[in-house]
């Protein structure tokens, strides 16, 4: 079978271009991707420019939980080279392939293989100013509104929840709790559809603010540690 043939089938088979390439675009760099991640979105890069706003290249430790295909920590250290940057996955093949974007960009990350769901391996990370993450967040009930393309070729464990869809920023603010500077924030991509319930979960605990994304979707929330001014 000719490559010109194979490409035919993938585009038949709903294959997403960027895994029949092994490319996608982010932020103005190339990554390669393949069907171990999930493929950059938009939404993300405009994340990313909301911590590099917020980053301003300051010497800061920044943890990225589910990195995936590596964009988000290849993109925030080129911007930002004084940054340390720690990235975490439970996919040791998501991991290879940040790793191999890493060395593709010269970007000086530290990865680890982590299921962060499981509390008791939270000892092995440190303390960070910045906490950033873009976590599966889509119930089983919401896959009828996605692309088939999607739906059948993009890894299930980067986008779906088993039964809680906010399961991740639940743990994302326990672990916040011991892992978090004093002057530190917290950066999360939402589903626009429980972005409001996902901003409740921190809104006792620290100052948060629901970003917009272009299409006017609530889709990044910030939060803070509040000031204490007594």
């Known amino acids: ?5 194979q490409i035919i089938t ?4 709903d294959v997403p271009v960027q895994y029949i390439t092994q490319m996608a675009h982010f932020f103005g760099l190339r990554f390669y ?5 999930l493929i950059p979105r938009p939404e993300t890069e405009e994340l990313i420019y909301k911590v590099t706003q917020y980053v ?15 964009c988000i920590p290849i993109t925030l ?11 975490i996955d439970v996919s040791a093949e998501a991991l290879k392939v940040a790793q191999k ?19 008791s391996q939270w000892g092995t990370l440190d303390i960070y100013d910045v906490i950033i993450s873009n976590p599966p967040y889509i119930s089983e009930s919401e896959k009828s509104k996605m692309s088939i393309s999607t739906v059948l070729h993009e890894p299930p464990i980067a986008l779906f929840t088993d039964d809680d869809p906010l399961i991740f920023y639940k743990k ?11 002057i530190g924030a917290i950066f999360l991509e939402l589903n626009e559809y429980n972005a409001e319930e ?15 994304d272009l299409q006017g979707k609530a889709r990044i929330l910030k939060c803070q540690q509040k000031i204490n001014e007594n």
């Open 198 to 212: 996902t901003m409740a979960i921190y809104s006792d605990t620290y100052d948060c603010q629901l970003i917009e």
């Open 10 to 13: 993938q585009f038949k088979e």
């Open 172 to 182: 994302i603010k326990d672990f916040a709790h011991d892992h978090l500077s004093n």
């Open 77 to 87: 250290k080129t911007k930002c080279d004084q940054s340390t940057v720690t990235a």
């Open 33 to 37: 991707v393949d069907q171990h991640v």
């Open 1 to 5: 079978v000719s490559l010109a043939q």
């Open 101 to 119: 974007n890493a060395i593709n960009h010269k970007a000086d990350i530290q990865f680890k293989q982590l299921d962060f769901l499981d509390v």
């Open 56 to 70: 301003q290249c300051s010497p800061l430790q920044i943890l990225d939980i589910g990195t995936g295909s590596g």
